[in-house]
């Protein structure tokens, strides 16, 4: 359940971090939560997970939805470290992630959801996948940012597209969303990976959208510490998360050109390489 980073049409440099968007304290007690500020120890027990402070959410349903992935899920986390870097006080910023496992389009949205306690990071995501029996839940109280240049597969289920879809591209959504003051998250090698050890090419969208925006990236690490011996990354193996520091976007004199997109593109994708303990090159393919 992955979108690609869409790409955007040449437009000058247009920040909009420096408007001050309303800033949240963090939500997180290292007491109720068991955890520091900079990392947790898995796996997350039932007690953390259903006694977890989750305030900055209105929604009941969305609470349980979480609390209950998180019981099946949690079991999974071995560690995760630099929780400091995406606390709600540190929004907007875009989040980048490797892509190794079907689930973790649902998983790793729940665990951000309770590290931030109940803020939700938006993250882009195919339409068709809410054609999947119960997945259309975890969009709409998720509240993700669909994705419609994915067919769907037989294609006469395309005919339910307008019911998944916006009228507004992906991308000014996301937009939106960051000049909102809201964080988005966003898969930039389009699928999933099960490579061990290469990242793919990936997609340019998310370092665009920093670039024209202002906006900071935070790499998201997922790592398998018993990948050893797996020519492919099975799902449900044990995981351990790592959130980088900000990357900040160059200031640029002039309006931004393809270079400094790839440049950025790049930037970003050589740290998630480091933090998923694989490797990227610009001549990776886009699939696997």
């Known amino acids: 359940m992955c979108a690609r980073a869409t790409n955007f049409a040449m437009q000058p440099n247009n920040p909009i971090a420096n408007k001050n968007p309303s800033r949240l304290s963090c939500p997180c007690s290292k007491k109720r939560l068991n955890m520091d500020i900079h990392s947790i120890r898995g796996p997350l027990s039932l007690k953390s997970i259903w006694k977890a402070p989750l305030h900055q959410s209105p929604s009941g349903p969305l609470r349980f939805l979480i609390r209950s992935t998180l019981s099946l899920a949690g079991r999974k986390l071995v560690s995760c ?31 951000l959801y309770y590290l931030r306690g109940g803020r939700v990071v938006h993250f882009l995501a195919d339409w068709n996948f809410c054609l999947v029996p119960g997945v259309w839940f975890f969009y709409h109280y998720g509240q993700v940012i669909t994705v419609s240049r994915k067919p769907a597969k037989p294609k006469f289920l395309n005919v339910f597209k307008p019911l998944f879809t916006s009228r507004q591209s992906s991308v000014s959504q996301a937009r939106k969303t960051l000049e909102a003051g809201k ?25 665009q959208l920093s ?22 990354i099975p799902e449900g193996v044990p995981f351990s998360v790592e ?46």
């Open 183 to 207: 964080s988005i998250g966003i898969f930039p090698e389009g699928t999933t990976n099960r490579h061990p050890t290469k990242l793919l090419k990936g997609y340019t969208g998310a370092a």
């Open 211 to 232: 670039l024209k925006t202002g906006i900071p990236v935070v790499t998201a690490g997922l790592t398998f510490p018993s990948k050893e011996g797996y020519k492919k």
């Open 81 to 111: 470290q630099g929780v400091e870097h995406i606390q709600p006080d540190h929004d907007p910023f875009i989040l980048v992630l490797n892509h190794s496992q079907k689930l973790e389009a649902i998983y790793i949205p729940a665990l």
């Open 243 to 288: 959130f980088s520091a900000p990357i900040q976007p160059p200031r640029l004199p002039h309006d931004i050109g393809l270079k400094d997109i790839h440049q950025h593109h790049a930037s970003i994708m050589q740290r998630l390489a480091s933090l998923s303990q694989k490797t990227w090159t610009a001549s990776e393919p886009r699939r696997p």
